[in-house]
């Protein structure tokens, strides 16, 4: 009998990289040898064959055929499949996006459907979150080198608004025009221990992946926020953060990148308090000088 080529939980749509996290724990020494390859260059590691796979993990094909199955595949054909279509769907366009969603849309009020799909994307995005990871960013962001922040033609709006927060936060902070051309003029000013905060979402930009790269060489340290399927960015990201956005739409719904972008500014506020509160202060100072707000 062959292996069913559908991914387990199919209604839950849990990534492989999702399943690695919830099982890393269970795996064995050779088991999470292939589990870290995989993840360090995903998903394209587990796109080859099993005995190519396990040859480019240095473990043996029957390491790979018993870790697939603690992830809960049937075999390392369904488990392929499963990456397969990860990868359809994280270059899937508008039109593909909501077929998809047409074609499993439930009989009921598209707010409701939004409503209930939102929600899920923000525990799924929130749960799937390292402490860890988020607390080391926290103090990388608050740092009292220089901050970098950029996004792409759909992201760059949660850039500007990172930015926007953070300079209120911390001085040093620095936003990147949409424009790549300018790119070079920023990064001649980036020097080792530096911090660049790259949003990037499906579909991913060649432009910030080569940004990432002469960035990291510098020994800039990168922290990228995308979607579940990852940007490449995440091969130069010292932190990586993974937030669901598919939604009954053409489009992939940014609240739980904003959601996560509004978690760090708080953490960073936090790290820099109470030099953080003295900044405000002077800067409301300037608020009042200008009188650009109406007083209450």
């Not at 240095?58 to 499963?82: D, W």
């Not at 960035?215 to 953060?241: C, H, K, M, N, Y």
């Given at each position: 009998?062959t292996?069913?080529?559908?991914?387990?939980?199919?209604?839950?749509?849990?990534?492989?990289?999702?399943?690695?996290?919830?099982?890393?724990?269970?795996?064995?020494?050779?088991?999470?040898?292939?589990?870290?390859?995989?993840?360090?260059?995903?998903p394209?590691?587990?796109?080859?064959?099993?005995?190519?796979?396990?040859?480019?993990?240095?473990?043996?094909?029957?390491?790979?055929?018993?870790?697939?199955?603690?992830?809960?595949?049937?075999?390392?054909?369904?488990?392929?499949?499963?990456?397969l279509?990860?990868?359809?769907?994280?270059?899937?366009?508008?039109?593909?996006?909501?077929?998809?969603?047409?074609?499993?849309?439930?009989?009921?009020?598209?707010?409701?459907?939004?409503a209930?799909?939102?929600?899920?994307?923000?525990?799924?995005?929130?749960?799937?979150?390292?402490?860890?990871?988020?607390?080391a960013?926290?103090r990388?962001?608050?740092?009292d080198?220089?901050?970098?922040?950029?996004?792409?033609?759909?992201?760059?709006?949660?850039?500007?608004?990172?930015f926007?927060?953070?300079?209120?936060?911390?001085?040093g902070?620095?936003?990147l025009?949409?424009?790549?051309?300018?790119?070079?003029?920023?990064?001649?000013?980036?020097?080792?221990?530096?911090?660049?905060?790259?949003?990037?979402?499906?579909?991913?930009?060649?432009?910030?992946?080569?940004?990432?790269?002469?960035?990291?060489?510098?020994?800039?340290?990168?922290?990228?926020?995308?979607?579940?399927?990852?940007?490449?960015?995440?091969?130069?990201a010292?932190?990586?953060?993974?937030?669901?956005?598919?939604?009954?739409?053409?489009?992939?719904?940014?609240?739980?990148?904003?959601?996560?972008?509004?978690?760090l500014?708080?953490?960073?506020?936090?790290?820099?308090?109470?030099?953080?509160?003295d900044?405000?202060?002077?800067?409301?100072?300037?608020?009042?000088?200008?009188?650009?707000?109406?007083?209450?």
């Amino acid at each position: 009998m062959t292996d069913d080529p559908t991914p387990p939980n199919a209604q839950a749509t849990p990534t492989v990289r999702q399943l690695i996290r919830a099982c890393y724990h269970d795996l064995t020494q050779s088991e999470r040898k292939f589990a870290n390859a995989l993840v360090e260059d995903y998903p394209n590691a587990g796109l080859a064959s099993i005995t190519a796979a396990a040859e480019g993990a240095g473990v043996s094909a029957p390491v790979v055929a018993r870790m697939v199955q603690k992830l809960g595949f049937k075999g390392y054909p369904q488990f392929h499949a499963a990456l397969l279509g990860e990868l359809q769907a994280s270059v899937s366009g508008p039109t593909a996006r909501r077929a998809v969603w047409t074609a499993q849309a439930p009989d009921s009020h598209m707010l409701n459907r939004f409503a209930r799909t939102v929600t899920q994307n923000l525990a799924q995005t929130f749960a799937n979150i390292d402490t860890g990871q988020f607390d080391a960013a926290a103090r990388l962001l608050a740092g009292d080198t220089q901050l970098f922040i950029v996004g792409g033609r759909i992201t760059r709006s949660l850039a500007e608004y990172a930015f926007t927060h953070f300079q209120a936060i911390r001085p040093g902070v620095t936003h990147l025009t949409s424009s790549p051309a300018t790119w070079p003029h920023y990064v001649l000013d980036m020097v080792a221990g530096d911090t660049l905060l790259i949003f990037d979402i499906r579909r991913y930009e060649d432009n910030l992946l080569r940004l990432a790269e002469i960035a990291s060489d510098r020994g800039v340290r990168v922290i990228l926020i995308t979607d579940q399927w990852a940007s490449p960015v995440s091969g130069r990201a010292e932190a990586t953060f993974h937030c669901w956005g598919e939604i009954p739409s053409a489009w992939d719904s940014s609240i739980a990148l904003l959601s996560l972008t509004e978690a760090l500014i708080s953490a960073t506020q936090e790290e820099r308090w109470p030099e953080a509160r003295d900044r405000f202060d002077r800067l409301d100072t300037l608020f009042e000088m200008t009188r650009l707000f109406r007083k209450p």
